[in-house]
């Protein structure tokens, strides 16, 4: 504000939300109220019929997107440098990687819609990568940065073109008021829309939304998420820049002082170092009393679930209980103002501790704080694993406000048995009317015995206009499938999916069929998948057909699959001449299955090293059955490694060892997944030697092997070194479990737990169930202050094996107290 234009202009104002204040009008102003088109935005943009935009949206043209505002971390000073500006970007490998490179993936979405998920670490570059990929490749497009899932369904009902929707920190879109869902973003990809949606997440996330229940009784905490992931194409980015990245950056760092500091570093990547990691990690480690005190309260919020930012009067509330009695005593009276001075303060330009965070409401005060992502990867994992004090509770539920957050922290509240923490939060976010409270609360009444607590909140629940408050009186009350029923019939769409999803599949179809929209297409695909499942595929087959049609994505793999099941080879020849390789596969394996060999082998060599290497795998495996060693072996020498596995395999199978590993070899130097076999044979031939010099080279695949021949010969100290080097290679998790069985039955328990807890997994795999077969209360009970929502039973079964039943029911009845103790046995007060 304040730019004159043609003797117009509007001074000292300040926008906020709704509100214009001005302090001086020259010339003639318009001002439009209500949601509106943005400026600049083309005829036709917006496809849906009497389409108006949001207000607020806040459209931009990718190439005027500001990236700081987007996510891009402030990058530490150099000097002469603007205090916002940018280094040169260092062009990543995963740019322009072959089948799965970033920015192929984007090209491919801006054609006919898609979803791109960048994973990696905290200050890794993601999100510098990904604003680069899109100015450079759709910088005419526009681009929007919702705010929450609300503003993404409304986006989607507008029927957008050219537009990116860009939702850095994917989490936070799946949780709150209004989640982010698979319908939803199906609804923004479909046809005709044009849309590329591109995001950014954590891995620890990833992992955990990715991993399936251990069985069909657990709870499936993330199916909603993990639907969501499989309509995005992936792009994994590694931690540390590859040896050709350094080398385009050392390039680069002749014109630019910050990458030439960034390159020198040796204990942070060099994207860590721009965004001020090495003094975000010092000035964590440095700190007073009083300023580590509020900084882990910060940090604390933030991992048990508040997404607002962190007010002051939590901070200021909460800090006590983190400082021992005598800080307390001896704190000066702005012991507050120079602890939070010290928090916020900017470290070479880049960022702080905690961030000053305004909403627009006020000007010169922030509304709270968010903690640096890096500073809660850092020290997400040793925090979690020390329990809150008892003030940082009452913190939360005196002065949150958003009631999202409130019932976020206080499911965390519940998860770690903290009843007395969780009770007042959840009943906070219930006066608020959030019926998810509502339902966890009951839930929580019930399980400590509070019958009149349960009934109240289903009575509550009863009442409650909102649209999913029938559900959730549906959870809270147990599963009913007539209820359920009941529910999808009157249109509750989680209801509706439920049942599609894990009912049976003719229930799954009529409810398709009921409503089915001719341009909803996934709804077209499931149907077809359930026809599939009941051995309809006359009835599937024409469903995937108009699916390929309409260039669906996920038709093809399917359509050639049931086209294989049906013996079509008529068909699978039209799709493999128009050079599709699912159906050369398909068709290949269809032919094999009759006894046309050779014609399946005429099939895969036309296809042969095109860049699929399912068909490179597919023909070195029907060599292989074939018996054609001498291909395999040209192959193998060409670089080939499905060939070079085959013809291993072969040449063992006739006791030709040596040949075998003289075939992997080269492979397995070149980095290829063959060196685990080559491992196995140099273990299974006895070449001790062998394997310890390809260790010594950073094999980890031989690493693993020598434990193996460690553990059977009872070194099993060599074996817990060995295994420490084998890091995350493939079949790790079995070698550990062979460690631990091992360290066990010699009486070392207690290694047994350090090896599992060094494996990386937040909770450890495998930990729970080796503490309760020890027999370990304490253990458990650390892992449920870490929010492992088995641990609790587990350390039930444990106490209630000892003899310590009034533990066990007290657990239950009133969980710990904020300190991690079990209550007193007896009467309850």
């Not at 591109?198 to 620890?204: A, E, F, N, R």
């Not at 909102?466 to 009157?490: Q, S």
């Not at 479990?737 to 350090?754: C, P, Y």
Request: with cysteine; hydrophobic share 40%; net charge negative.
């Amino acid at each position: 504000m304040g730019r004159e234009t043609d003797g117009n202009r509007v001074e000292n104002s300040v926008v906020a939300g709704d509100s214009f204040q001005i302090g001086a009008v020259h010339g003639t102003v318009n001002v439009f109220a209500g949601a509106s088109r943005p400026s600049g935005v083309p005829e036709g943009f917006w496809t849906a019929a009497d389409s108006v935009a949001p207000a607020g949206l806040g459209l931009v043209r990718v190439r005027d997107a500001d990236p700081l505002h987007l996510g891009v971390h402030r990058p530490i000073r150099g000097t002469g440098t603007e205090p916002s500006a940018l280094p040169p970007y260092v062009p990543r490998d995963m740019d322009i990687r072959d089948g799965d490179g970033l920015r192929p993936r984007i090209e491919e979405a801006s054609r006919r819609g898609g979803f791109v998920l960048l994973v990696g670490d905290s200050s890794v570059g993601k999100t510098r990568s990904l604003y680069e990929a899109i100015n450079a490749l759709l910088p005419d497009w526009w681009l929007v940065h919702p705010s929450d899932a609300a503003q993404i369904e409304h986006l989607a009902g507008l029927s957008p073109r050219r537009l990116v929707v860009w939702l850095d920190e994917l989490q936070n879109h799946v949780s709150g008021a209004h989640l982010l869902t698979a319908a939803t973003v199906r609804t923004l990809l479909a046809p005709p829309h044009q849309v590329v949606v591109v995001g950014t997440l954590w891995p620890h996330y990833y992992d955990a939304w990715t991993a399936l229940p251990a069985s069909g009784q657990d709870e499936d905490r993330y199916r909603g998420e993990r639907e969501l992931l499989k309509l995005a194409e992936i792009v994994h980015v590694a931690a540390s820049f590859g040896a050709s990245e350094r080398e385009r950056a050392a390039t680069l760092a002749t014109a630019d002082e910050r990458l030439r500091c960034a390159l020198q570093a040796e204990d942070f990547g060099l994207t860590q170092v721009l965004a001020g990691a090495p003094q975000l990690v010092h000035r964590w480690e440095n700190a007073g009393p009083y300023a580590r005190a509020l900084m882990t309260a910060a940090v604390d919020a933030t991992l048990l679930g508040v997404q607002s930012p962190v007010p002051e009067s939590l901070l200021r509330s909460a800090v006590p209980g983190y400082c021992r009695p005598a800080e307390r005593a001896g704190a000066p009276d702005d012991w507050f103002e120079q602890a939070l001075h010290y928090a916020t303060r900017p470290l070479l330009g880049a960022t702080s501790v905690l961030v000053p965070v305004s909403a627009g409401r006020a000007m010169g005060r922030p509304d709270g704080y968010r903690v640096a992502d890096y500073l809660l990867q850092h020290t997400g994992r040793a925090q979690r694993a020390v329990p809150p004090p008892e003030t940082f509770w009452e913190a939360c539920a005196d002065h949150l406000t958003d009631t999202a957050d409130l019932v976020r922290t206080g499911s965390a509240a519940a998860a770690r048995q903290r009843v007395g923490a969780a009770v007042p939060l959840l009943r906070k976010a219930v006066e608020a009317g959030s019926v998810s409270a509502m339902q966890e609360l009951g839930e929580l009444y019930r399980r400590t015995g509070d019958t009149a607590g349960a009934e109240e909140m289903a009575d509550r629940l009863s009442a409650s206009a909102h649209p999913d408050a029938a559900l959730y009186r549906m959870l809270l009350a147990g599963w009913d499938f007539e209820e359920l029923l009941d529910l999808a019939e009157a249109g509750n769409e989680y209801a509706v999916s439920h049942l599609i999803e894990y009912g049976h599949p003719r229930l799954g179809i009529s409810l398709l069929l009921e409503e089915l929209d001719p341009d909803d297409l996934w709804a077209w695909y499931r149907l077809a998948e359930l026809f599939h499942e009941e051995d309809e595929n006359e009835r599937a087959i024409p469903i995937l057909e108009m699916l390929h049609e309409r260039e669906h994505e996920d038709a093809l793999p399917l359509l050639t699959e049931l086209l294989q099941e049906e013996g079509d080879t008529e068909r699978l020849y039209e799709l493999t001449e128009e050079g599709y390789f699912a159906a050369a596969r398909c068709l290949a394996e269809l032919l094999r299955e009759k006894g046309r060999t050779e014609e399946a082998l005429e099939v895969l060599w036309e296809f042969a090293d095109e860049g699929d290497g399912d068909v490179d795998y597919m023909l070195a495996h029907t060599l292989a059955r074939h018996g054609d060693l001498d291909t395999l072996l040209e192959r193998a020498a060409q670089g080939h490694a499905d060939a070079a596995s085959e013809a291993a395999k072969l040449l063992r199978d006739r006791g030709d060892l040596d040949r075998a590993v003289e075939v992997l070899t080269p492979i397995a130097d070149a980095g290829g997944y063959v060196a685990g076999e080559l491992a196995e044979l140099l273990r299974l031939g006895g070449r001790v030697d062998d394997l310890r010099k390809r260790v010594a080279a950073g094999d980890v695949y031989a690493a693993g092997e020598l434990a193996r021949l460690a553990i059977e010969e009872g070194d099993l100290d060599e074996a817990v070194r060995l295994h420490a080097l084998k890091g995350t290679a493939s079949a790790a998790f079995r070698l550990t479990n062979q460690l631990v069985d091992a360290l066990v039955a010699r009486g070392e328990a207690d290694r047994a737990i350090q090896l599992l807890r060094s494996s990386g997994d937040s909770p450890p795999f495998g930990l729970r169930e080796l503490l309760k077969k020890l027999g370990r209360v304490e253990e458990l009970r650390a892992l449920v202050d870490q929010g492992d929502p088995h641990a609790v039973w587990d350390l039930v079964d444990v106490l209630r094996g000892q003899g310590r039943a009034d533990e066990a029911d007290a657990l239950l009845s009133r969980g710990l107290t904020a300190d991690g103790r079990i209550p007193p046995t007896g009467p309850a007060g």
